[in-house]
């Protein structure tokens, strides 16, 4: 997926299905030119995986003196004559052996590439401070572990390895963690994505321009790195292209020969004629085709999409090359799997998966594929080998080791000599020589010792009153108080709970508003269920084009606006985003702001001077972004913390809870701490004592813009670190 260094430039939508709840994937350029621009995204979500039961299954019973048929020929042998009962209990039966299977099982590492990120120092180690281990190691240990057990030969990684090309540090803790792949002599294919070349140009917005025909192949870090040397060293390795990008190798399992061909993202067509030449060279060979991207996910989350990148590969390398049986990428977050149907009349497997948008930038999570060649069956299983090792403390209802969702876990049947007779009339099953199904005793392994925290199921508020009051709040404004579906009109005051900070709807058409009615914002009694306040307001017809949008401000004189907060504090806010919401109309839409420009601060060096010195917002990917600028002398620069993405028409908890000491600050979304937080940030820089607060809409460069669209619920500001206890979604003591 596409992660820019410079969080908030231009983007171009890569699909268009804006009101999914898998997160959009878009087009980046990591060249130096594109630093400048405006609205650049840091790309991350959250998505909440289910976890169903984790039964082992024996493989079916049969033959042997248990029963079943006699063979021809064969006269049975008489039973032996009863024996009259001895004394005490009879004995127990002989218990029933399962059928050994022949099988072998492919180890799957989706995007690794916030793993890479935030097991640096440059990212305060996050994975390594709060859990004391990281992700991406777990994968390659728990693999390097379990081949021998688990009969697995080969492993596939899909491409962003890192997160920014150009950071050497993430490019360090990829290479340590495939080493141990290397130490263990466990082969596997790799394959750049396009956070991992210099360059990345999206399909959809230019088929022609972005492929590896294009690259200065000298400066590529991802061919520095892992290059066609390092590949060689691997006893399955078959050749590169010339490019360097582009890869095949060749397996031996249960006695038959497989090949994985990788191709990096955007191969191009001397790329493909490669890719053909190397299946044409091998001409028995089932083929397992492995790109960054190639299948999507649509809005429903589990149903496959085609993009115009893997329709192409459709019509130029796969449709016409029965060899390939199954193709596997990564790149759009979430899971879904299609079957299509080639120029043979066979079937062929297409799978995507990318856990990167889920808690912790994936949690862990990979895939295993089990072959099972008795049975004529793949068996998928999505599962964690990190979530078991983290310190029981730090659990909570994201940390799912094994997931059972239908598109995690399933089984495709396939009669794998049919398929292959068309190039390999000799394809068998091999020997049985595997106790039972690999799928089976991998998640055996997995929840042997680790339960899934139990679900902590939080109380309704018994009354509007019913919320930890906690010293220290600054203001706490409630959207309550009108009749439902009415329009909050402008000029009304929503009180400040505190006294001291009211808010009141502005004028319409300000500062470069333009269209703003006094329906755009409306009273209703929607609200998170976790909200003691009974209601919200709505914001309606907000969009950045026209631009049309409508908020609240403090007074002038409203002792908050002065307020940096230097001693750590907490920001608390219900929201729900408009199921209606796209990004062309709704990115970067805010929370919360404080006016100003950020460029206007002394000592401010960062980017985007026009930006308010604070954004509680929604980004162009759904992620919500607290980015301020600290309150500190000398040079100063924002800093941005990043959720998930947040799925539409969903109302979520967010707390921002800087600590005191160490400055750092931690965002939770429905109270799970996020994975890309921000450290070493003291207190929020203000651009006066008169510039207001804004909620529900921000600026730029003086003007308003940016308005939320959506329902805003209850939102507090603490001049303290608050636990969750504390909390909005708490109940008052007693």
């Known amino acids: 997926m596409s992660v820019s260094d410079d969080p908030r430039g231009a983007r171009t939508p890569r699909i268009a299905s804006p009101s999914s709840s898998i997160a959009e994937s878009t087009a980046e350029s990591n060249t130096a030119s594109s630093t400048a621009a405006r609205r650049q995204v840091l790309k991350l979500g959250a998505s909440l995986l289910t976890v169903g039961g984790s039964s082992a299954l024996l493989a079916a019973c049969g033959g042997g003196n248990g029963g079943g048929s006699v063979l021809p020929g064969v006269l049975p042998v008489p039973a032996p004559a009863t024996a009259p009962p001895a004394s005490g209990p009879a004995p127990a039966p002989a218990p029933q052996v399962a059928a050994k299977i022949s099988a072998f099982a492919l180890a799957v590492m989706p995007d690794t590439q916030f793993y890479a990120r935030y097991a640096t120092a440059a990212e305060s180690d996050q994975y390594d401070k709060r859990f004391g281990s990281a992700p991406f190691a777990a994968q390659t240990k728990w693999i390097a572990a379990n081949a021998k057990a688990l009969n697995i030969p080969f492993t596939v990684h899909l491409g962003d390895v890192v997160d920014q090309v150009g950071k050497p540090d993430q490019w360090k803790v990829a ?15 790799v394959l750049a994505g396009n956070h991992d070349v210099l360059n990345d140009v999206d399909y959809s917005v230019d088929p022609v321009n972005g492929t590896d025909a294009a690259r200065n192949l000298a400066a590529e870090p991802y061919l520095q790195w892992f290059g066609t040397e390092r590949a060689k060293k691997q006893a399955t390795f078959g050749a590169r292209d010339t490019s360097g990008f582009h890869e095949y190798h060749v397996f031996e399992a249960q006695g038959q020969k497989f090949m994985v061909l990788s191709l990096s993202w955007r191969v191009s067509d ?5 890719a053909r030449q190397v299946i ?28 115009d990148y893997g329709k192409m590969l459709w019509e130029k390398l796969i449709r016409d090359n029965d060899q390939i049986f199954m193709t596997l990428n990564g790149h759009h977050h979430g899971a879904a799997h299609l079957t299509k149907t080639n120029d043979f009349g ?64 399933f089984v495709i049947e396939m009669d794998f000599a049919q398929r292959f007779a068309g190039f390999n009339k000799g394809f068998a099953a091999g020997e049985a020589t595997v106790g039972q199904s690999l799928v089976e005793q991998a998640k055996a392994l997995i929840l042997a010792n680790y339960k899934d925290p139990e679900a902590i199921v939080q109380r309704p508020a018994a009354d ?62 929607d609200r998170h269920h976790l909200s003691a306040a009974p209601g919200s307001v709505r914001f309606l017809n907000t969009n950045k084009n026209t631009p049309r949008l409508s908020y609240f401000l403090t007074d002038a004189a409203a002792p908050i606006n002065a307020q940096t907060l230097t001693n750590g504090y907490t920001v608390e806010a219900f929201v729900k985003i408009d199921k209606s919401w796209t990004s062309g109309n709704h990115a970067w839409m805010n929370i919360m702001t404080r006016d100003g420009r950020r460029g206007d601060l002394s000592g401010y060096t960062g980017g985007d001077p026009e930006a308010p010195p604070m954004l509680f917002a929604i980004s162009s990917l759904r992620e919500v972004q607290w980015e301020v600028v600290p309150e500190q002398p000398g040079n100063r620069s924002a800093k941005t913390n990043w959720s998930g993405e947040v799925i539409a028409d969903r109302w979520v908890h967010i707390a921002i809870v800087n600590d005191p000491v160490s400055h750092d600050t931690t965002m939770y979304v429905e109270g799970a701490p996020v994975l890309r937080n921000a450290a070493a940030i003291p207190g929020l820089a203000t651009r006066s004592a008169d510039s207001p607060w804004v909620v529900g809409g921000g600026s730029w460069d003086g003007a308003r813009a940016d308005g939320f669209f959506g329902n805003i619920g209850e939102v507090r500001v603490v001049a303290a670190a608050l636990t969750p206890t504390q909390w909005l979604t708490a109940r008052k003591a007693g």
Not at 175 to 189: C, F, G, Q, T
Not at 290 to 302: E, K, P
Not at 372 to 382: Q, R
């Open 464 to 525: 509007a009153d019913d919320y930890p009051k906690v010293a220290n709040t600054l203001a706490h404004w409630r959207f309550v108080g009108g009749t439902v579906n009415q329009p909050v009109l402008p000029g009304t005051v929503i009180a400040d709970v505190t006294g001291s900070n009211p808010l009141r709807r502005d004028a319409l058409n300000q500062n470069g508003v333009a269209g703003a009615a006094d329906g755009d914002v409306v009273w209703t009694d």
């Open 175 to 189: 290479d340590a963690a495939m080493k141990v792949l290397e130490d263990a002599k466990l082969p596997y294919s």
């Open 270 to 274: 001397a790329g493909i004629a490669w």
């Open 346 to 409: 066979h079937k062929v497997e297409e799978m995507v998966v990318d856990y990167q948008m889920a808690y912790q930038g994936g949690n862990g999570l990979m895939r295993l594929y089990e072959f099972d060649l008795t049975n004529k069956k793949i068996k998928v299983l999505s599962f964690s080998p990190w979530v078991p090792q983290k310190p029981a403390a730090t659990l909570n209802g994201f940390d799912q080791a094994v997931l059972t969702t239908p598109n995690e876990a």
């Open 280 to 307: 044409a060279k091998n001409p028995t060979l089932p083929v397992i085709l492995v790109n960054h991207q190639l299948l999507n996910i649509d809005a429903d989350g589990t149903s496959p999409l085609e993009t």
